[in-house]
C-alpha cells in the first residue's frame, strides 16, 4: 500500500489549502483513513479522520470549523479543505490508512503512512 500527499504549498494567514492524499495498492474502501501534522519541534498531531465508508468524521478542537475531510472511494482519495488558515496551523500533514473500517485519533492505530506535505502560512 502506498500512501501519497500532495497540496502543500505557503499561503497568508486566512488562506486556503486543499490537501490530497491518493492510495494505491489496497482496498481504499475498507480503509479508515486520518491526517495528522507536525510542527517543528513538536510532537504528531491528530487532525482529522474518516471512516471508510465516508460515514462519520472526527475533528481535534483546534481545526473543527475550519477544516472538513472527505473522501472519493472511486478515485482513492481523500482529501483535506483547510480554510482559515493560521500561523499555528503551519507544519508538515501526513495522510495515514488504517486497516479497519472505523477511524481512529491515534497514531498507532494507522498502518500505512505518506511522506507528508508541507503547509506554510506567512502573517
Known amino acids: 500500500v502506498q500512501v501519497v500527499e500532495s497540496g502543500g504549498g505557503l499561503v497568508q494567514v486566512g488562506g486556503s489549502l486543499r490537501l490530497s492524499c491518493v492510495v494505491s495498492?489496497?482496498?481504499?474502501?475498507?480503509?479508515?483513513m486520518g491526517w495528522f501534522r507536525q510542527a517543528p519541534v513538536e510532537d504528531f498531531e491528530f487532525v482529522a479522520s474518516?471512516?471508510?465508508?465516508?460515514?462519520?468524521?472526527e475533528y481535534s478542537d483546534s481545526v473543527k470549523g475550519s477544516f472538513t475531510i472527505s473522501r472519493f472511494n472511486s478515485t482513492n482519495t481523500v482529501y483535506l479543505q483547510t480554510n482559515n488558515l493560521l500561523p499555528e496551523d503551519a507544519a508538515v500533514y501526513y495522510c495515514?490508512?488504517?486497516?479497519?473500517?472505523?477511524?481512529?485519533?491515534?497514531?498507532?492505530?494507522?498502518?500505512?503512512w505518506g511522506l507528508g506535505t508541507q503547509v506554510t502560512v506567512s502573517s
Open positions: 495498492g489496497g482496498l481504499f474502501s475498507r480503509y479508515a
Open positions: 474518516i471512516a471508510a465508508n465516508g460515514g462519520s468524521m
Open positions: 495515514a490508512a488504517r486497516l479497519i473500517l472505523v477511524p481512529s485519533r491515534a497514531l498507532s492505530d494507522y498502518n500505512y
